[in-house]
């Protein structure tokens, strides 16, 4: 953590301004400089988080943050004294979401005469900034996700003032290195290690550059001790997080440049039995030194998600994705050809700025050729601030995004129950996650291409490695036969006995 010290000087600063704008007194001026790291106590914080897995990653180095300064975290609103939403602008549904829960939180301050503080994070609060005060009202703090180092500091401050506090500071340094994140909402056996931050790509239809700042790799040495800790607290999977995993690069003191690829590498050596994915990775920085740890190392999970946003080359060029149709299909067919029976899956945007009818097929086809095992599908939401706000014309008719949607998520279920029935009669290596969301005599667990299947628990439990046969599945899940458990280093040696045909 930061040291107290600086924090203060940092809070001298904040006072002095603050001592122009409202006239506090003394007492108050005291506490806020000297006060916030002794005086929260017993103070209990709920934090609800929305949007994506750095999300999720960021709500830990809050919860995190906040612990060390004396706050307890809990999982019940009703005891919370502050609730914080750590926000996702990346559609206006995933605001309105949040604005609607931002309206019921207000009569729950109301019905505790004010007591409860409330405060924004993330995304939205970076989008927004001052504007929610004015237009909500009801926030107490305001923090953009370069700032959650001083967030008690602004807890404080509002607490002391009954003013709001913000800082919605980007930063070109932080990636929050030296913390580990608190990993409360955690199944004990995967988790989410941050790699870096931001993103430089400016894709003309997304808010994400506006509100996370530019791109900034994390330091290897802490990812890799972060790895090592989860291994030695019993993890078996790590998901490597960033909004542009794959162009991850760290040049050590020494002038050692550490590529993507390279990082995977280490990463999985930290432990044989660790599983290691990545989200989510763009297709211009899928390069083959990365196909080739994925074919290399057993423990590099053999999937990827490569989005690819839209099938039709000027729609493309018009998101500033930087590669044709045909440059993306090239690049999984060499995933496949170096990764035999590599698993895909994707992102899509139906009826972005100017997308004809021929367009849309386009992606049907696509999707058609690749065949991917998951996608996530998106109605365009045109995002201020961005590109496509500012130069194209959102023209698609509502109707129309709608049914192209349709029609995509129409195909992607029939690839996905494709897929799965493929799978029947097959063997897996899953590792269990937990029970099963209908049952606790059923386990849950995920095999190496990420695909979920159920099996009866028998006497396995989470965390283990299990070899299950695949005897049914729907279009979501695979249903399945447990054989025996397994390490992932034996599942390697046999899966390979298995799937190399002998020469004959
Ligand atoms: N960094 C990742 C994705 C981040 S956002 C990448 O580049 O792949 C997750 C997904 O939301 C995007 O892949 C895109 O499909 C979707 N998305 C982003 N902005 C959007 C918008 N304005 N309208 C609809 N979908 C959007
Ligand atoms: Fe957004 Fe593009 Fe960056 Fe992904 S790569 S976060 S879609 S700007
Ligand atoms: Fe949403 Fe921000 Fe993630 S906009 S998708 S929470 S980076």
């Given at each position: 953590m930061e040291p107290i010290e600086d924090l203060d000087v940092l809070a001298e600063d904040e006072v002095r301004q603050r001592q122009a704008d409202k006239d506090l007194d003394e007492d108050q001026l005291d506490q806020i400089k000297h006060g916030y790291d002794e005086a929260t106590g017993d103070k209990q914080v709920y934090i609800e988080t929305y949007g994506c897995q750095m999300n999720v990653n960021d709500s830990g180095i809050v919860a995190s943050v906040l612990e060390e300064s004396g706050y307890g975290l809990t999982r019940d609103q009703e005891d919370a004294d502050v609730v914080l939403l750590n926000t996702c602008a990346i559609r206006e549904n995933a605001e309105r979401k949040i604005r609607t829960r931002l309206g019921m939180l207000r009569s729950e301050k109301e019905k505790r005469d004010g007591e409860l503080m409330l405060g924004v994070l993330g995304c939205m609060a970076e989008r927004l900034r001052e504007k929610l005060l004015e237009q909500?009202?009801?926030?107490d703090v305001v923090v953009g996700?370069?700032?959650?180092?001083d967030l008690p500091r602004l807890l404080y401050e509002a607490d002391a003032t009954g003013q709001a506090a913000v800082n919605v500071e980007l930063s070109k340094?932080?990636?929050?290195?030296?913390i580990q994140p608190v990993?409360?909402?955690?199944?004990?056996?995967s988790a989410y290690v941050s790699i870096m931050r931001g993103c430089?790509?400016?894709?003309?239809?997304?808010?994400v550059p506006f509100t996370r700042g530019r791109e900034e790799s994390r330091p290897v040495t802490t990812i890799l001790s972060e790895v090592a800790q989860l291994a030695e607290e019993g993890y078996k999977e790590v998901t490597l997080l960033g909004?542009?995993?794959?162009?991850y690069h760290y040049t050590d003191e020494d002038g050692t440049s550490v590529s993507f690829a390279e990082l995977v590498d280490r990463v999985s050596r930290v432990s044989p039995e660790m599983r290691v994915r990545y989200s989510t990775s763009h297709p211009k920085d899928c390069t083959d030194d990365l196909l080739k740890v994925h074919r290399d190392r057993?423990?590099?999970?053999?999937?990827i998600h490569l989005?690819?946003?839209?099938?039709?080359t000027e729609v493309l060029d018009r998101m500033r994705r930087t590669y044709t149709r045909e440059e993306y299909l090239a690049l999984t067919e060499r995933a496949k050809e170096l990764c035999p029976g590599v698993s895909l899956s994707t992102d899509l945007i139906a009826?972005?700025?100017?997308?004809?009818e021929e367009q849309h097929q386009d992606t049907l086809s696509l999707m058609e050729q690749v065949r991917y095992d998951h996608a996530y599908m998106f109605k365009y939401s045109e995002r201020p601030q961005t590109y496509a706000a500012r130069?194209?014309?959102?023209?698609?008719?509502e109707d129309v995004k709608q049914r192209r949607l349709e029609e995509i998520i129409e195909r992607q279920n029939q690839h996905a129950k494709e897929s799965n029935e493929e799978e029947i009669g097959r063997v897996h290596t899953v590792l269990v996650e937990g029970p099963s969301k209908k049952s606790d005599e059923q386990l849950f667990g995920r095999t190496d291409t990420n695909k979920g299947v159920v099996f009866d628990r028998e006497d396995y439990e989470k965390g283990d490695y299990v070899k299950v046969r695949i005897e049914d599945c729907t279009s979501s899940t695979l249903l399945g036969t447990a054989i025996e458990k397994t390490t992932l280093a034996e599942a390697a040696r046999t899966d390979s006995i298995t799937t190399e045909p002998a020469v004959a």
């Open positions: 909500e009202d009801l926030v996700p370069d700032a959650y180092r340094q932080e990636t929050y290195e030296d990993r409360y909402d955690s199944n004990g056996v430089d790509n400016m894709c003309t239809f997304c808010v909004q542009n995993v794959n162009s057993p423990n590099v999970c053999n999937y989005p690819v946003q839209h099938g039709n009826g972005f700025c100017g997308e004809t130069k194209y014309e959102d023209d698609v008719p």
